[in-house]
């Protein structure tokens, strides 16, 4: 492999290096909501775990299985997802997250495992609201 | 990288320059009586060449063959595709079949498949769940029209054995031309070319304490393999290998070759000692599993399997502190798992959770205590962030 | 060999490594940090890579050329193999006819037979007089199944250029690949594969003031012209060249190359100069004739005969005080006299009374005026043995 | 070329740097007689000049165009031929030359036009005795 293909970029080494919101959800008032996504075929195993009061996220936490990308793709969703709107967490999907940690295009399968992951938690968050 | 270097447990990949190897080739470079081309009459050309013939006595020690059968190349890639494609394309038309493995590195899988898109017909055995090839199954797959059997000593990713006397002994009954590639075996475990009976056996210096970039084909006399050159002019090297021989990469390879069969008697229970000591001390990182029988093996290699865990997370995690391979190939590419482990019959995600842990000459006791530890705490840090049920299924 | 070293005039055969080359060597090859196989994924193996880019790109500047086009081999024969056997057998069934001339190193004219024994039609092109070959006989021999075109840019035993540009133009226009090997004038006279607009180049670095045992081909981006390997596994270099890259070789070459193209702006009329200074010299050794046209020349190379003289004979005189070539080949094989001085028109027994000088960096005007008395006794010595009438005979 | 086929023999080496007999005859008493042999293309060419009085050879001198061991075995040839008796000379065929010399293989073609000029030479010795 060329060295430039295993290089990350500082916000994924950052993320990487401290995985925040790697965690279990603190206790809290606001509904429980869970969006997971599993291909290990693809190298990918993404868990997000959500508390929502009215139409706001309060809490967002994960757990992944996965290359250093995709931990840090999903625990960028995490801080994104706190304290924002449902509605305008749509904008987030794996094209957004490949821009915002520059992940090289073959890691697009597995950052769409994450956008899977997403999708789902919105799905019932939007549910319970 | 940090300031510490890391602690190098890749010596499948290739192993450090010996310093004392790197004397010998800095001298040589700066001797002005060895800089002519040792295919010159002239005296300072004859100096060269005397300088290599005393390298090829002390490779072909190294493997108990006279120095007229090695043939010097650049290195065990080209010493495989000399020995895999020389000898089927020499076979011409009459015997147009080959037998190999699916576990060979890259150099002899990649040659075998050129020679089916010359339209050779190639059987490609599978090892047990263990990683191991049965002599029986090299028998029974030879054919009238076969031309070679090629089938490498040690594995580059389980370090396991090959039964070469079995499969030679097989070879000549039936008079099929028998290559081996020791990439991984030669200067790591005794070879004895004679007492093994191969007919081509390739390997190289990069893997024992020499420089990159100088490899040997030894080429069994009598009966002598037909083989046709990769590369054509001047003849040199008995007309196998042309172009002019790397006087300083030759003598360096020579002089590893005499390092290494010095250390041969102590050096592979030491290293193995080493590699248990290794799988003790990863025990703590349970569940976990072993790729590949232990034995019988080129003692250098534990491969070994993470339950949960993301290969190239697991090297980041490490980065920097510990240069090691993930369950893949010479070079680490990520992109697609090791098709060894696979041949052995591992999931793709169990793939993706294994090392290649590498021992050679220079490490110590207290490497492979730090490499442990490290490697445990990386595996419960990436562990902590899995999945409820992920653990069960990443196996 | 005498306690005084000899004088080498031998820097067509190979250059005496750079002491500075050397030294960056050495240093690369003591340096832990540059140890791992720079095909490895870890921080070790990334520095090593690194080191390897920088050399790939110092190389590249040398030719004018961008770094991705350089592909790194052992040497000169290993490039022009690549480039000759691989742009012919990718060119597969349709394109079975290649356009060579008979004066090539024996690395392109071995390549171009096993071409031939592989069922390709070979036009064998021959040059005039004084050793230059006619671009407009290479516009007439190409023809609809013309798969490739390989004339080398420097003659290695006369020195004389080969007209690249009007060649390439001529290939471009009919859409035939061009390789030229410039073993012999990379490095020693400036060269702009852009400006040329070859598709492919061979050079190597021991005839540069680099190592022995690493090339390069060059291999032109758009179009890009096929290629089948010489050797498969591990697909490095872009597919073109497997094997782990020797790190100490690459960056030895890489320091050659840059130390080469500083000293393009000077050095080659010194050279020059020393040549016709040494040509001089030699006057007082009538009878005698210089094979070849002075020019157009890389300038290093004097091909001269002297009337009435034996080679072996007039070498073994000067045996220990002067590295030179007889009328032969690179690896000066006395048993059959020098295809390119017969292409030339020479009788065999004017081949035999013939010595290849060749000058170098190295080379001082006091060295070229001691080889010339040298010379010029040894001649004498041996004319005064002659029988009568042999004088005349032997030119 | 392998080194090996340019080493010579120190018997080759000495004879080559002195190359005794590479002369003219000496004035003096009895018949001149001459052997030559040309063989460009073998890359040799020898020619035998001697001196007889009655069935010896008094004196013997030799010119000669060829490799290393072509002049060394016509230098050595004149020292033997000295004060020997004509008959005595049969023996002195390529063999026994590249045996004396120990000359590899390839060297043969070459001495044997050294026997040609000897055995030119020993005819016209028996022809004028
Ligand atoms: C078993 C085996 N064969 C061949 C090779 C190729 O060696 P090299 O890269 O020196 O050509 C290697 C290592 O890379 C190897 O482990
Ligand atoms: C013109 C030319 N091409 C190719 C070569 C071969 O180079 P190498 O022996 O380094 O492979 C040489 C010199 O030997 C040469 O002079």
């Known amino acids: ?129 | 990288m940090t300031a510490v270097p890391p602690i190098y447990l890749d010596h499948a990949a290739t192993t450090p320059l010996d310093p004392r190897i790197a004397a010998v080739m800095s001298e040589c470079l700066a001797d002005p009586s060895l800089q002519a081309n040792p295919a010159s009459a002239h005296a300072p050309g004859r100096a060269a060449a005397a300088r290599i013939e005393l390298a090829r006595l002390q490779v072909a020690q190294l493997i108990n063959a006279p120095p007229e059968s090695i043939v010097f190349t650049s290195g065990a890639t080209e010493s495989v595709n000399l020995a895999v494609l020389g000898a089927a394309r020499a076979a011409g038309q009459v015997r147009r079949h080959v037998v190999t493995s699916r576990i060979e590195h890259r150099a002899g899988l990649d040659a075998c498949r050129q020679l089916e898109r010359e339209g050779f017909d190639v059987t490609w055995l599978l090892p047990d769940g263990e990683g191991r090839i049965d002599p029986g199954e090299v028998a029974a797959s030879i054919r009238p029209d076969t031309a070679l059997v090629s089938l490498m000593h040690a594995n580059n990713e389980t370090g396991l054995l090959t039964d070469i006397g079995a499969v030679s002994a097989v070879c000549r009954d039936r008079g099929v031309v028998f290559h081996t590639d020791a990439a991984q075996s030669a200067g790591r475990i005794p070879i004895d070319v004679a007492a093994m009976g191969v007919a081509l056996l390739s390997f190289c210096a990069h893997k024992l304490g020499g420089p990159k970039g100088a490899g040997a084909l030894y080429v069994q006399r009598r009966p002598r393999p037909a083989l046709q050159p990769l590369a054509f002019g001047g003849g040199h090297e008995r007309g196998l290998r042309s172009g002019t021989l790397a006087s300083h990469q030759i003598v360096g390879f020579g002089a590893a070759c005499a390092l290494a069969s010095a250390a041969l008697a102590e050096e592979p229970a030491r290293i193995r000692e080493l590699r248990e000591r290794l799988w003790r001390g990863l025990q703590a990182a349970a569940p976990m599993w072993r790729n590949g029988a232990p034995e019988p093996s080129a003692p250098g290699i534990l491969n070994v399997g993470f339950a949960g865990i993301e290969g190239e997370s697991l090297l980041l995690e490490l980065d920097g502190r510990l240069a090691v391979s993930s369950g893949s190939a010479c070079s680490s590419a990520m992109a697609e798992p090791s098709y060894v482990l696979r041949a052995l019959g591992r999931s793709d995600a169990a793939i993706q959770a294994s090392l290649r842990l590498s021992l050679g000459r220079g490490t110590t006791a207290a490497e492979i205590d730090h490499a442990a530890r490290l490697i445990v705490e990386g595996v419960r840090r990436l562990r902590a962030a899995l999945p409820e049920g992920a653990l069960e299924h990443i196996v």
């Open chain 1, 1 to 129: 492999m060329t060295p430039e293909t295993v290089r990350y970029s500082a916000r994924v080494l950052d993320l990487f290096a401290r995985l925040p919101g790697a965690d279990v959800l603190p206790a809290g008032v606001g509904a429980l909501v869970t969006g997971e996504a599993i291909a290990l075929d693809r190298g990918a195993w993404i868990r997000f775990d959500a508390r929502i009061e009215g139409e706001r996220i309060v809490d967002c936490v994960f757990r992944a299985w996965g290359c250093p990308h995709t931990l840090a793709a999903a625990a960028w969703v995490t801080q994104e997802l706190r304290a924002r709107v449902v509605q305008d967490c749509a904008s987030l999907d794996a094209l957004r997250l490949a821009r915002e940690l520059d992940a090289p295009a073959e890691k697009m399968g597995r950052l769409l495992v994450v956008e899977d992951a997403l999708t789902a938690l919105l799905e019932r968050a939007r549910a319970v609201q």
